[in-house]
Each structure stands twice: as C-alpha cells, then as structure tokens.
C-alpha cells in the first residue's frame, strides 16, 4: 500500500521560509509525478508545484502564485520529496498536501491526475 506521509509544517513568519517533506512508501515504481496542493479555510484546492521524477523527463513547474519562492526537491533514493518555501507570505497560511501518480509521461497539474495523497500539514505564516 503505498503511503504518503508530510512533516514541516507549522507556524512561520512572513518573510521565513519553510521546508515540507513528503515521505513515500510502499510503492515499487521508479518514475512517479508528484504534485504539491494546498487548500486555505474556505477556498478550493490549489495546485502550486508540480514535477516528474523520472528517468526520462525532469520537468517541473510552478504556478505563478509560488514561482521563485518555492522549490520542489527529492532525497537522493527518491523516495522523499521537498518543498522548499521562502519569503513566505500570510496568504501561504493553508493545509499543504503532496500527491504522486506512477507511469508518468510529464507533470499533472490537476489534482485528479493523482492516484496517492498524503495527510496534509499545516503551515501558518503570520504577519
């Protein structure tokens, strides 16, 4: 069973940075699309960084609202995956959930292209 577990989430200032991990077991797969998602009190999902990890295609994209402060990144096994935030802002505050799909052809931006999600972790960021 494959399994997703998040950590590093909390509370923050703005202007801090903060770095969530993803830790995936029980999957046999080599190449694997993982998104990152988060979801503020009272709003939709929102999609905010995607990537492939594969031999095959290293692309990786980020939706404007978090380009150039958030980074996506594994563990050298692949098996965890980062992602870094900086110069975080009050409006970063939302539940933070990772999300993977094996046999992927490139990244999925849509969270409905994900087979296994994680529990989510909080992240605060105060004024």
């Known amino acids: 069973e494959v399994q997703l577990v998040e950590s590093g989430g909390g509370l923050v200032q703005a202007g801090g940075s903060q770095r969530l991990s993803c830790a995936a077991s029980?999957?046999?797969?080599?190449?694997?699309?993982v998104g990152w998602f988060r979801q503020a009190p009272g709003k939709e999902l929102e999609g905010i960084s995607f990537?492939?990890?594969?031999?095959?295609?290293?692309?990786?994209f980020y939706e404007d609202s978090v380009e150039g402060r958030f980074t996506i990144s594994t563990d050298s096994a692949k098996t965890t995956v980062y992602l870094q935030m900086t110069s975080l802002k009050p409006e970063d505050t939302a539940n933070y959930y990772c999300?993977?799909?094996?046999?992927?052809?490139?990244?999925?931006?849509?969270?409905?292209?994900?087979?296994?999600w994680g529990q989510g972790t909080q992240v605060t960021v105060s004024s």
């Open positions: 999300a993977i799909r094996s046999a992927p052809a490139h990244y999925y931006n849509s969270d409905d292209e994900y087979d296994y």
């Open positions: 029980g999957f046999t797969f080599d190449d694997y699309a």
């Open positions: 990537s492939c990890i594969s031999s095959y295609d290293d692309s990786t």
